[in-house]
């Protein structure tokens, strides 16, 4: 899948006041798990747009003066006024051990039911997986070809290879529900058909 490469600096003080200084630098603090000793390194905030600010889910490629790592984004902290990020953990990955993500799907196709006037509901919009990284697509394909109304996709009907869907097999990831618009519209010409009825065996009568 694919990754985006952030270059961090080493962080050696890390006092309350130091990290004022970096977050004032424009930059975030971040906390690096699972490769050995945690490493402590700051990130310009603006280098988290392209990795946060997404419906799709990246690796990412850790510079840190030097030193190279493939990581996850494990947590990432917002202020709970500004929004602005003031914390971020990234853990390690390991190309010979399974890791877990949550990835976007992508509906493809076109449903019988939304043509007959009902409407798509995506249920789940990322989904959980395990497995090898290189073995991990970009997003999972939800094919609604044969989608009726008053049906759905359900996790157990996905099948991406050598990936573990983690998520209830049972949980609906896409459905085609009756709108309103035609449920109002089937209502009325049901009215219809019976005043029509009635008006007949009145006149026959």
Do not use: W
Not at 14 to 19: I, V, Y
Not at 94 to 103: H, S
């Amino acid at each position: 899948m694919k990754t985006i490469a952030i270059k961090g600096d080493a962080r050696k003080d890390l006092g309350k006041s130091a990290t004022k200084q970096v977050r004032a630098a424009g930059q975030v603090p971040c906390v690096l798990y699972g490769a050995g000793e945690n490493l402590h390194f700051s990130v310009y905030e603006s280098d988290f747009s392209n990795l946060v600010y997404t419906p799709n889910t990246y690796l990412v490629r850790l510079d840190i003066e030097g030193k190279q790592v493939i990581a996850k984004l494990q947590d990432i902290q917002f202020h709970p006024v500004s929004e602005a990020i003031i914390h971020a953990d990234f853990y390690a990955l390991n190309l010979d051990n399974p890791v877990d993500l949550k990835l976007p799907i992508q509906v493809v196709g076109n449903s019988p039911g939304v043509r007959a006037g009902g409407k798509l509901q995506v249920k789940i919009r990322k989904l959980a997986v395990r497995g090898l990284i290189q073995n991990l697509p970009d997003f999972i394909e939800v094919n609604i070809d044969s989608l009726e109304i008053g049906k759905s996709v359900r996790v157990r009907e996905l099948n991406v290879e050598n990936v573990e869907l983690m998520d209830t097999p049972e949980n609906s990831v896409v459905s085609v529900v009756v709108t309103r618009a035609a449920r109002s519209a089937a209502a009325g010409a049901e009215e219809e058909g019976e005043e029509t009825t009635e008006e007949t065996a009145e006149a026959e009568a």
